[in-house]
């Protein structure tokens, strides 16, 4: 009972914290927990540590490529372990008994003893996040903006922290003026440009279900045009349809981002923008790319810069990731290896 007690003194101290978490890769959101016990301290702490170690395996999940884990299989993420690896803890929705003690977790991690715990278990660290996508969840007879079970999944703000992040429309932000369920259906580009618009975003999900557990899958770059049929998912439940939704997503993401040392590749690169805005934007998107490993500025002026990156060696790759932040690599006669903002040339 010592042991529990003084391993309760430090989840107290996390829980009083108050703390709002950042949309980083590292936290995961919504763990449920459920724990009997001798006492309410017992169950508490129980039901906690059992969330926290699910909480890592979640996140171990979320960060590595499903084929190296399968290669190397790792044992159960032990208590101690998964503890050591947290950085903060919140608790929702808490029902409590003299004997049973419920409720969901979120919890954010320290990247460096995740990225410590995977190098020990011989597995590659893939924590770069693509650009934001607002989801569109389509339900069959229900308009867009209403309180209905498949669009109430999206709101609890879970998988703003995926690798893929996802922001939900607001259900009182907004009804079918804006758009309908019926121009997301038939991915009216003028419709979606204005929803994207309102929300920030250049991405949009379309995710639509005839109110079965199944749903076809869309995705579509306002800025550049390009749609993607990603195919039908299916789910135990509506959670669990918008958790297989996201996991590939993610698979998808982590598969053409992830880059080898062994097959990098340095080469010049010209970087063209009109104003010092539009060169902060490539220059981020060049900075948060997967597949560029090392960035070296050379020369820099009004409209232009001159780089030297190294990448991953899959020129494919490279172009896919950066055409989903809105930037274009073309090979110029002249210039060589260009990069500019989609629909510059």
Known sequence: MKHILTTFIGFILTFMASLAFAADPFTVVGIPVDATGETPIEAQTLAIQDGQARAAKAIVERLTLAGERAVRPMAPIEVETAAKMIRALEIA?????NNRYLGDITVAFNPSEVQKYLKANGLNMVATQARTRLVLPVLEGQPLWSMNP????????????????????????????LISSSEASAMDINALKRVGSRFGVDQILIVGT??????????????????????????????????????????????????????????????????????????????????????????LSKDGALMTITYGGDMARLRNELSFKGVDVRNDPSLGVVLARTGRF
Do not use: C
């Open 150 to 177: 498949w669009a109430l999944v999206w709101q609890d703000g879970r998988y703003s922290h995926a690798l893929t992040p996802i922001k939900s429309l607001g259900l009182g932000e907004g009804d079918d003026s």
């Open 93 to 97: 929705n808490e029902k409590r008994s």
């Open 210 to 299: 005839s109110g079965g557990l199944t749903a076809n899958v869309t995705d579509i770059a306002l800025d550049t045009g390009q749609k993607r049929d990603l195919g039908f998912v299916s789910g135990a439940d509506f959670q669990d349809l918008a958790n297989q939704v996201v996991g590939n997503l993610e698979a998808d993401w982590k598969q053409a981002s992830v880059s080898t040392a062994e097959n990098a590749v340095s080469m010049a690169v010209s970087v063209l923008y009109d104003g010092h805005s539009e060169w902060l934007r490539l220059k981020d998107a060049i900075n948060g790319s997967a597949q560029i490993q090392d960035a070296r500025l050379d020369a």
